[in-house]
């Protein structure tokens, strides 16, 4: 008798078989992540000055928009990530 898991993995593997990356696609998207979170946090360690210099002065909406930006800045990393390991992925079909 098959588990609720076992049976949902099989279901989930009929409509959308896994994909196998080569050996070099694993490496290409590997690089694209590392190169995504250096630049996120490169922005992050550029950001840290601004952020206490605004509260350090009270200037408490300042750092919220700071903060906003950041986050913005993040996400927008993000989304081109996954759109460039999709495009590395998609070479692989």
């Not at 898991?5 to 593997?13: D, H, I, P, Q, S």
């Not at 206490?52 to 200037?59: F, K, L, M, V």
């Amino acid at each position: 008798m098959k588990s609720a898991y076992e049976l949902a993995m099989e279901r989930l593997t009929k409509t959308a078989p896994a994909v196998k990356l080569t050996p070099a696609q694993k490496r290409e998207i590997a690089e694209l992540e590392t190169r995504c979170k250096a630049r996120i946090a490169e922005r992050e360690i550029a950001a840290q000055p601004q952020l206490a210099a605004a509260r350090a002065a009270g200037n408490e909406d300042k750092a919220a928009e700071l903060e906003k930006q950041l986050a913005t800045d993040r996400r927008k990393a993000q989304e081109e990530l996954e759109s460039k390991k999709s495009k590395v992925r998609g070479e692989a079909a």
